[in-house]
C-alpha cells in the first residue's frame, strides 16, 4: 500500500502567481460587465469563473498533488452537478407547454 503521509511543499510563489491570478481574472470580470457584448457578456463571465474555480480546487485545495482518487471523486460532483443543471435546465424550458385556462 502507498504511503500517502508525505505532502508536497508548494512554494509560496505559486500562491502568490496563483492570488495575482485571480485577482486579474475578478478584474477582467468586472470589465467584461461594463462592455455590453449582448449574451456574449454571460458566456465570457461564466468561463473567467470557471477558470477561477479550476485554479481555487486545483492549487488552494491542493488537488493538483492529491491522489488519483480525489480527482475522481471531484470530477464525479462535476458530473453530478451539470446532471442537476441539465434537469432543472429541462424543467424550466419546458414550463410555457402547460397552459391551464
Not at 45 to 66: E, G, R
Amino acid at each position: 500500500m502507498a504511503d500517502h503521509s508525505q505532502h508536497h511543499i508548494v512554494p509560496k510563489s505559486t500562491y502568490y502567481l496563483i492570488f495575482t491570478a485571480l485577482m486579474l481574472g475578478t478584474g477582467l470580470t468586472w470589465w467584461i460587465a461594463t462592455i455590453d457584448l449582448g449574451a456574449m457578456n454571460n458566456v465570457i463571465m461564466l468561463s473567467i469563473a470557471v477558470t477561477k474555480a479550476t485554479l481555487v480546487i486545483l492549487f488552494f485545495m491542493h488537488v493538483k498533488y492529491s491522489p488519483k482518487l480525489t480527482g475522481t471523486v471531484i470530477i464525479g460532483a462535476v458530473f453530478w452537478l451539470l446532471i442537476m443543471l441539465v434537469m432543472t435546465m429541462n424543467d424550466y424550458f419546458t414550463r410555457d407547454w402547460l397552459h391551464f385556462g
